[in-house]
């Protein structure tokens, strides 16, 4: 059990406290606000993940998930904004 | 270089940053408070984690890529920031809106 196995799996906590905003809200604003937080921790588990295993391919896979998050979340804050309006 | 006890130190102060902003997303009301606990997990996790990696690894593949994924999340951190913020104001604007008309439309059946 290595340094970085330990921090993989207290990222891997983390993101439980997000699930639990994700789910409770109690507005979509608020899972918005979480789902954020948790894609940025599942990004920092994949590098960690890349780095505790010697897998050099999961930081290609952290470097997607980075940017499809940023996606996802612009367009969810975008169709929030409008279904609002 | 390989210094355990330095890395050991930058990742337990990343995971610390995290789960700081998680107790804070739990504990506070409001999208708006809330959107505040992204700043730290997007500019300084990031950091630290990379930190760690370049102690560990040196300048390699490894920690090049774990460098440009610093860069993304510190370029999307503040863009995404802005854009929740700006989506939390707009729907608090229109909620606002909405509930005046209600009050209103119930001031006139009163009378």
């Known amino acids: 059990m290595t340094i970085w196995l330990?921090?993989?799996?207290?990222?891997?906590?983390?993101?439980?406290p997000c699930a639990y905003v994700i789910v409770?809200?109690?507005?979509?604003?608020?899972?918005l606000v979480g789902l954020q937080l948790g894609g940025t921790i599942a990004v920092l588990a994949l590098v960690v993940l890349a780095q505790a295993m010697s897998r050099p391919s999961f930081y290609d896979l952290a470097i997607v998930t980075a940017v499809l998050s940023f996606a996802s979340g612009f367009m969810l804050?975008?169709?929030?904004?409008?279904?609002?309006? | 270089m390989n210094h355990p006890v330095l890395v050991s130190v930058l990742l337990a102060a990343a995971i610390l940053v995290i789960y700081?902003?998680?107790?804070?997303?739990?504990?506070?009301r409001g999208a708006?408070?809330?959107?505040?606990?992204?700043?730290?997990?997007?500019l300084l996790s990031p950091g630290l984690v990379?930190?760690?990696?370049?102690?560990?690894?040196?300048?390699s593949q490894a920690g090049r890529k774990a460098i440009?994924?610093?860069?993304?999340?510190?370029?999307?951190?503040?863009?995404?920031?802005?854009?929740i913020g700006r989506a939390i104001h707009s729907i608090s604007q229109q909620e606002?809106?909405?509930s005046h008309r209600e009050g209103n439309s119930n001031s006139g059946k009163r009378e």
């Not at chain 2, 930190?51 to 300048?59: D, M, N, S, T, Y």
């Not at chain 2, 610093?70 to 854009?83: D, N, Q, R, S, Y």
């Open chain 1, 6 to 16: 330990l921090a993989e799996i207290g990222l891997l906590l983390a993101v439980i």
């Open chain 1, 77 to 85: 804050a975008h169709f929030l904004e409008r279904w609002f309006r």
């Open chain 2, 96 to 98: 606002q809106r909405t």
């Open chain 2, 68 to 83: 440009f994924i610093t860069c993304v999340l510190l370029l999307e951190g503040p863009i995404m920031a802005h854009i």
């Open chain 2, 50 to 59: 990379s930190l760690a990696i370049i102690v560990q690894e040196g300048l």
């Open chain 1, 24 to 31: 409770r809200g109690p507005t979509l604003s608020d899972a």
């Open chain 2, 20 to 28: 700081a902003a998680c107790l804070g997303l739990l504990l506070v």
């Open chain 2, 32 to 42: 708006a408070a809330r959107l505040h606990y992204l700043g730290p997990v997007t």
